[in-house]
């Protein structure tokens, strides 16, 4: 599995877009970049995730970079509910869950 | 999108015991569950993967006996804590792919069930 680095925390202030790194130097050149979230006491929820192009959806977008050793999930306007730890996952059949970034937002 | 349910959401029991956690799948088939197991303060570890019809693999370090799972049919996984211990505390996680949306490896997590062994 490719190892992933995300900060273990950040602060966004509520309505303004946050920007969460990962690196995953070590990806391999058929697995997906997928992002999950946590909240407290709850199931993972899915998030987004690509391959090697840039991806949106309601929730958030995926920024992919070219060489694909990193990528950055794009919330982009943080509310309260955006509260959670989120997962950079790269990986295919089974996912292997880091620490992830536990964001904070600021009312 | 996919839902997944857990029963029970929580449980104590004695230690000695055992306990059985159910993982449906609502709305959809789901040939592959996962289930996961997360301490406090920690990150969910994969404990096995769960096929219909076929027996579970597990993951390393994971004791087949002690953690028993059953996939009969297409959305329902169990998976029984036999002969539970204080050390098997801990917050059990499935979660079940859709062959039929979303990505192809896209998985639908339940809400958990937080199992308190005394």
């Known amino acids: 599995d490719a190892k992933t680095t995300q900060p273990n925390s950040m602060e966004s202030n509520e309505e303004e877009p946050v920007h969460l790194p990962c690196n995953h130097s070590t990806i391999s050149g058929t697995d997906y970049i997928h992002w999950y979230r946590q909240l407290p006491s709850q199931g993972p929820e899915y998030v987004i995730h690509g391959l090697t192009s840039n991806v949106n959806n309601r929730m958030a977008s995926l920024a992919i970079a070219e060489d694909r050793k990193s990528s950055t999930l794009i919330l982009h306007r943080a509310t309260l509910r955006d509260a959670a730890v989120y997962y950079c996952?790269?990986?295919?059949?089974?996912?292997?869950f880091g620490k992830g970034t536990k964001l904070s937002v600021i009312p | 999108g996919a839902v997944v349910s857990q029963h029970p959401s929580r449980v104590i029991c004695k230690s000695g015991t055992s306990v059985k956690i159910e993982c449906r799948s609502l709305d959809f088939q789901a040939t592959t569950m996962f289930w996961y197991r997360q301490f406090p303060k920690q990150s969910l570890m994969l404990m096995a993967t769960s096929n219909e019809g076929s027996k579970a693999t597990y993951e390393q370090g994971v004791e087949k006996d002690k953690f028993l799972i059953n996939h009969a049919s297409l959305t329902l996984s169990t998976l029984t804590v036999t002969s539970a211990h204080p050390e098997d505390s801990s917050f059990y996680i499935c979660?079940?792919?859709?062959?039929?949306?979303?990505?192809?490896?896209?998985?639908?997590f339940g809400p958990g069930t937080r199992l308190t062994v005394t």
């Open positions: 996952i790269p990986g295919s059949y089974q996912l292997t």
């Open positions: 979660s079940a792919r859709d062959p039929d949306s979303g990505g192809p490896y896209e998985q639908y």
